[in-house]
């Protein structure tokens, strides 16, 4: 079964430092999301790419937070630097056109910044 | 007032019982409600999709839509303890040609199954 995979799964970076997380999407799924899970809270849009456009990013921090998909393919999500309250699971999804409703998550990185 | 409102739990249920999770919301745009299951440690996975009101079931899952009371349900029968996952509703105003647009979704209530 077709999967989007994230890595790493854990990390743990001190505040200030810059830290990124990478995904790969099902494979021609044109459609990649970047969402964060605070705990006991439902995930939350970062930023929302069609191909390598970003078509939301209406609630990704830019000062700090800067999103990637430079071929359409694969994506990078960085922070820099990160914050305390950065501390969160960062998932990644992805979809396709005419695909069943509801996007195919990846397992997600947790992100711990001390 | 957060858009969509879902009671966090947790619930625990003996082995068998019948659950019932709800959500409720604000957004009259709504029109897409979906169910996803999350495992501790991995990302939520679709178990349930509806558009506008009315059931859909699907095995031991039941989803049901009451948009004029902005009001969504999940039963689960005959409950195992495999089903012990927090459980997430998420809803969309609509869907594109290129597949989803954003998802809101509520809180999770966390499950457990009492064996």
């Known amino acids: 079964e077709a999967e989007v995979a994230q890595s790493p799964r854990y990390k743990i970076t001190e505040k200030s430092q810059a830290v990124a997380f990478w995904c790969d999407p099902i494979?021609?799924?044109?459609?990649l999301y970047w969402y964060r899970q605070i705990l006991g809270q439902g995930p939350e849009l970062l930023v929302q790419?069609?191909?390598?456009?970003?078509?939301?990013d209406s609630q990704l921090p830019k000062d700090r937070f800067s999103a990637e998909r430079l071929k359409g393919v694969d994506s990078t999500l960085k922070i820099q630097p990160a914050e305390l309250g950065d501390s969160a699971m960062y998932l990644c999804?992805?979809?396709?056109?005419?695909?069943?409703?509801?996007?195919?998550f990846g397992s997600g990185t947790r992100l711990t910044v001390v | 007032q957060k858009e969509v409102e879902q009671d966090p739990g947790p619930l625990s249920v003996p082995e068998g019982a019948i659950v019932s999770l709800n959500c409720t919301y604000s957004?009259?745009?709504?029109?897409?409600f979906m169910w996803y299951r999350q495992y501790s440690r991995k990302g939520p996975e679709l178990l349930m999709y509806?558009?506008?009101?009315g059931n859909k079931e699907d095995g031991r899952f039941t989803a049901q839509v009451d948009k004029s009371s902005k009001y969504i349900s999940l039963f689960i029968r005959d409950s195992q303890p495999s089903d012990s996952a927090t459980y997430l509703c998420?809803?969309?105003?609509?869907?594109?040609?290129?597949?989803?647009?954003?998802?809101?979704f509520g809180t999770g209530t966390r499950l457990t199954i009492i064996p």
């Open positions: 509806t558009y506008s009101s």
């Open positions: 790419f069609q191909d390598e456009s970003v078509v939301d």
């Open positions: 957004n009259s745009a709504f029109q897409y």
């Open positions: 494979s021609g799924h044109a459609t």
């Open positions: 998420a809803m969309s105003p609509f869907i594109s040609n290129f597949g989803n647009e954003k998802l809101t």
């Open positions: 999804a992805s979809s396709n056109q005419g695909a069943n409703y509801g996007y195919t």
